[in-house]
């Protein structure tokens, strides 16, 4: 039996790969700051109860493998991830402390989900009226 989340009316298991990157895609990810930014993305996505599956920071741009709870939109935690760590990294890297015009990353996002065998949901999609006839819950 394979494992699910799980939330007061919901069994769940939605994951997400997503992919941003720096403002100007500038090639700025490395040393000191690629540390940092793995353990602030890290503990943002913990606030939201979003578990980091995968990461991987290239200097241009950052990969993420989340499973993302369907009582969040993806726009919503990526729009809080981005948004948090860009200040963080502004005040614990760069040493600015104003609180608005701290961009770092580029106003986009790449998402594709990371689901299920989608030949075999397409398969039990187009069967489940046969079987839901074969099993008497279904009438003509």
């Known amino acids: ?15 997400c790969h997503v992919v ?22 890290r503990d943002l996505c913990e606030q939201r109860g979003v578990e980091v599956l995968e990461g991987h920071a290239m200097p241009d741009h950052i990969h993420l493998c989340l499973k993302i709870p369907p009582k ?14 860009a200040v963080g990294v502004h005040r614990e890297l760069l040493n600015e402390r104003r609180m608005t015009g701290l961009h770092f990353w580029a106003p986009g996002y790449w998402v594709s989900t990371a689901g299920r065998d989608e ?21 003509d």
């Open 1 to 15: 039996m394979e494992k699910f989340e799980s939330l007061s009316h919901v069994r769940w298991e939605c994951k």
């Open 20 to 41: 941003f990157i720096p403002k100007y895609r500038r090639k700025v990810i490395y040393g000191k700051l690629r540390a940092a930014i793995g353990r602030i993305l």
């Open 72 to 85: 969040y939109a993806v726009s919503y935690i990526m729009g809080f991830v981005k948004g948090k760590s």
């Open 119 to 139: 030949a075999s949901v397409r398969r039990y999609i187009r069967e489940q009226e046969n079987w839901d006839k074969g099993q008497g819950q279904l009438f």
